[in-house]
Every structure is written in C-alpha cells, then in structure tokens.
C-alpha cells in the first residue's frame, strides 16, 4: 500500500505559516512493497497545479494572497501505478504589508547589557470582545522574529 507520510510547505508540517511568495512543498512517501518508485506526484492549489517526478516542487502559480489559508493537495502515482492523496492546509503571513501596531514593552525590565540576550519576558493583554468570535489571529514580530498566535472558537 502506498501512503504519504509527510506533506510540507516550507519544510513544516501542520499548519505553518509563510512569507514566501512561491513557497516550496515537499513529501516523503511509504509503501509495502520493496523497491517503489515515484513516477508522478501532481501538486494542486486553488487553479494551479504541477506534475513532477520530483518529491519536492516550487509554487509557481497565481501570486498568493497576505494572510489567507490555502489547502495543498497532493496525488503520488508509484511505478505500478497505485496511488496515494494528502493534503494539508499553510497560510500565508503579512508577506509585503507594512507593520501596523503599538510597541509594547515590559515596564521592570532594563536593558543595559552588551552583547548578552535580555531575559525572556512574558507579555498579555486582557480585553472585551464583543459578538460571537468565530476566529482571531495576532501578527507579531520581536527582535526579528516573526510569530502568528490563532483562536478560534464556535459561535
């Protein structure tokens, strides 16, 4: 039996986020029988798809959008011709948008050493939500790096 073990996008699993413009998929395939051999693995996403004998392509198609979901679906065909589906779901980040926000900064701390990382810091903030909230996201970068928190809940 074939069966794909693992579906990436940008080398993560899950449901990872990326600022990659034409971010790059990747897969590893199993299978029972000795000796199997990729002869096609079909990438689709939305209109775009890509043939290829390669285990790993680059997105060539329509330019994504910032801050949007998309589903990859991925179909691998063996050299005996049994085949095996995956797909899994990435976003994409703020990509070219400019930042929009407040600086936040923890009112005990200091920071007065050279060459030494401050102490890590852990920052919140409670506020109303009104409505039901069927999702929320949070963009956020510090000391160049680049965080995405979600919360979804039913309504």
Not at 18 to 27: A, G, I, L, V
Not at 54 to 66: F, K, M, N, R
Not at 102 to 123: A, D, M, N, V
Request: proline share 5%; net charge positive.
């Amino acid at each position: 039996m074939l069966k794909i073990r693992t579906l990436k996008t940008e080398n993560r699993a899950g449901c990872p986020v990326t600022d990659e413009r034409q971010p790059r998929f990747s897969f590893s395939l199993e299978s029972d029988r000795n000796g199997a051999a990729l002869r096609e693995a079909v990438f689709a996403l939305g209109d775009w798809t890509k043939k290829t004998s390669e285990q790993a392509t680059v997105y060539d198609g329509p330019a994504l959008q910032p801050r949007t979901a998309y589903t990859l679906s991925l179909t691998a065909t063996d050299d005996q011709g049994e085949t095996a589906a995956a797909s899994m779901r990435f976003e994409t980040g703020k990509l070219e948008e400019a930042w929009q926000g407040e600086w936040i900064s923890h009112p005990g701390y200091c920071f007065r050493e050279k060459k030494i990382s401050p102490r890590p810091l852990h920052f919140q903030k409670r506020f109303p939500a009104a409505g039901g909230i069927v999702s929320a996201r949070l963009y956020c970068t510090a000391l160049g790096q680049i965080g995405r928190a979600s919360c979804r809940e039913r309504v």
